[in-house]
């Protein structure tokens, strides 16, 4: 068992936060007796957001500690208002030495008339210095063009101070009304086991080079087990008292056999993992304390236990979302649906071309197949049209065919405009240059999508990189995601499943959305359409 440090042993180093962010945050220094409800009132802002800026911070935290807080919340403070050391003084009427009252001018009037008005239909922001159109879209998730739409003085740049629309209210309530709030009760106590196939025996006489540079596997689950852990600490720190037992799963299941026959599985209150299919099942036939299965597996659709919770969507899901996203969007323009001859893509193809076409506003399906392998350029400009909207599908995953129609695709006249989209971003895509997906707009469902530049990103890769040496990996993130979720839902002192009623959440790059009873099992159906902007970026476009 020595060598099991192998699995947990990286680096520390310190991380300064960057610039960027400090424009955006500031530090603020905690008073003696300050609890964070108080700071947050003082700062005219819900706890709730408080806390999300600082998940590991008490509700009563200890003098001087020091927090970070939106630079736009702390603008309403004048100066005298806040002490030297970072500190928020005390309530007092705003007035100079000579106790005068601060005088408003009629432009200053004028300007907080204006927010007020604005505020009651749209969601605002005032530009500050360092703020771009890349930072704003990706900070708030809409276009530039969206943006340019609702403020058209936009289109000459953007000024200093100026007061610009995000998005009218109601498409940001629409989507809060439906969230999960994350509520944790005072004093909760949650024992919680992870399942996972470390092979600690098996790789105890290697080395680390050994053990990391062979298998895939041991970094995968070291990874996702380091992302457990950063979640457990964030939790503990909030006041949850967490107790998790880890269990070698080995590589066979005659080891998770032997756990359930001496182990009391279901004194706890969530168990997170196995890691394979065949162990989840057996597992739920034997316990019934709730299995959360942490990744995507082909064989999840035959889970039939209520017990078992699916954390990843069954991919048949992506195309009803994508299917969903054209009827509501695409009101009229040319659709065309290209499949690689097969029999599968075949049947696809027939089943969405029948599915669009019963929607009222769409006329236009066409589907093309390719020949010999791949897609001509003739077969594109045969039915494309110009001047007008033009959406290809590509319901086809075969590597030649999907390169040899995104080059057809990136040569088209000026006249002809396209923008390309497929249920699934798969391997095939990945080998495709970026330049050329962000050229036709490139558009696919997703079960992961992370704004780098947001706060709950960037404190989830500063702490993990922190404790570890090394950037979260896909797979580290998906431990915290994972974890912390459920973990925070148990938080609220309900039961895991009942928590399921109250609402969709977003962690790092994951939606988990379980409200649909349809399913014996619980099954999450978060999904983002994802779309590529010239720049390269990606924004979520649902």
Same mark, same amino acid.
């Given at each position: 068992m ?14 300064t936060v960057?610039?960027?962010q400090q ?8 008073k ?21 800026l ?13 927090i %970070? ?7 309403t403070?004048?100066?005298g ?9 005390k ?12 005088v408003?001018t ?10 007020e ?6 969601? @605002?922001?005032?530009v =500050? ?10 900070f708030?998730?809409?276009?530039r063009?969206?943006?340019i ?5 936009l ?7 100026q007061?610009?629309?995000?998005k ?17 009760e005072?004093?909760?106590?949650? =024992? ?8 600690a ?7 680390r080079?050994?053990?990391?540079g062979s298998s =895939?596997?041991?970094?995968i689950?070291?990874?996702f ?5 950063i ?5 503990r ?8 037992d880890?269990?070698d799963?080995?590589?066979?299941s ?5 756990i ?10 969530? @168990?997170i ?14 316990? =019934?304390?709730p299995?959360v ?8 659709s ?7 919770v699916k954390?990843a969507?069954?991919?048949?899901l ?10 509501e969007n695409?009101?009229? /323009?040319?659709?065309i ?13 027939r089943?969405i ?10 006329n236009?399906?066409?589907v093309?197949?390719s ?8 077969k ?14 590509l319901?086809?995953?075969d ?6 129609a @995104?080059?057809?695709? %990136?040569?088209?006249?000026e ?8 249920f ?15 050229? @036709? ?6 079960d992961e999508? !992370?704004?780098?530049d ?12 922190q ?12 431990g ?5 979720? !459920?973990?925070v839902?148990?938080?609220?002192g309900?039961?895991l499943?009942?928590?399921?009623d109250? /609402?969709?959440s ?30 390269l ?6």
């Amino acid at each position: 068992m020595k060598h099991l440090k192998f699995f947990i042993f990286l680096c520390i180093l310190t991380f300064t936060v960057s610039c960027g962010q400090q424009k955006k945050y500031i530090q603020y220094k905690v008073k003696k007796g300050e609890t964070i409800t108080e700071i947050a009132k003082k700062l005219d802002m819900s706890a709730r957001d408080l806390y999300r800026l600082n998940p590991d911070v008490d509700k009563e935290p200890k003098e001087n500690t020091v927090i %970070i807080i939106p630079n736009k919340k702390i603008k309403t403070l004048k100066g005298g208002d806040v002490n030297k050391d970072g500190s928020i003084k005390k309530d007092k009427t705003n007035s100079d030495t000579n106790g005068k009252t601060d005088v408003i001018t009629d432009k200053e009037r004028q300007r907080n008339e204006l927010i007020e008005e604005l505020e009651k239909e749209y969601k @605002i922001h005032e530009v =500050k210095k360092g703020d771009t159109f890349y930072s704003l879209t990706r900070f708030y998730d809409v276009s530039r063009e969206d943006l340019i739409a609702l403020n058209p003085e936009l289109s000459e740049g953007l000024k200093l101070q100026q007061i610009i629309k995000i998005k009218k209210l109601e498409e940001i309530f629409d989507e809060e009304e439906y969230l999960y709030e994350d509520e944790i009760e005072e004093g909760i106590s949650i =024992k919680a086991a992870l399942l996972l196939p470390f092979r600690a025996k098996e790789l105890d006489s290697l080395t680390r080079t050994q053990i990391f540079g062979s298998s =895939k596997l041991a970094n995968i689950v070291t990874e996702f087990y380091l992302g457990v852990q950063i979640a457990v600490d964030s939790l503990r720190k909030q006041g949850v008292n967490i107790r998790l037992d880890v269990y070698d799963t080995d590589s066979n299941s005659t080891k998770i056999k032997s756990i359930v026959a001496e182990k009391d599985l279901d004194d706890n209150d969530v @168990i997170i993992g196995p890691l394979y299919s065949e162990e989840a099942e057996f597992l739920a036939e034997k316990i =019934k304390t709730p299995i959360v299965f942490p990744f995507y597996s082909k064989k999840q659709s035959r889970f039939t236990s209520k017990r078992i919770v699916k954390t990843a969507p069954n991919k048949e899901l992506f195309r009803g979302k994508l299917l969903e996203y054209i009827k509501e969007n695409f009101h009229d /323009g040319n659709i065309i649906l290209v499949g690689d001859g097969k029999a599968a893509s075949n049947l696809n193809s027939r089943q969405i071309q029948k599915e669009l076409e019963t929607h009222d506003s769409i006329n236009s399906v066409t589907v093309i197949r390719s020949q010999k392998g791949y897609i001509k350029r003739e077969k594109f400009t045969d039915v494309l049209k110009p001047n007008m909207r033009n959406l290809v599908v590509l319901t086809t995953d075969d590597n030649v065919i999907v390169a040899s129609a @995104i080059n057809s695709l %990136i040569s088209l006249p000026e006249d002809v405009t396209v923008r390309v989209f497929t249920f699934d971003k798969v391997s095939a895509f990945n080998k495709i240059d970026n330049f050329k997906l962000a050229k @036709i707009g490139f558009t696919y469902v997703s079960d992961e999508f !992370v704004r780098e530049d947001s706060f709950k990103s960037k404190n989830f890769n500063n702490r993990y990189l922190q404790q570890n040496g090394v950037l979260p990996s896909y797979y580290a993130t998906r431990g915290f995601d994972v974890a912390y979720d !459920v973990l925070v839902r148990l938080a609220s002192g309900k039961r895991l499943k009942s928590t399921f009623d109250d /609402g969709y959440s977003y962690r790092v790059e994951s939606k988990f959305d379980y409200t649909n009873k349809m399913f014996k099992t619980s099954e999450n159906k978060g999904l983002f359409i994802v779309k590529y902007n010239p720049d390269l970026t990606l924004t979520r476009i649902d």
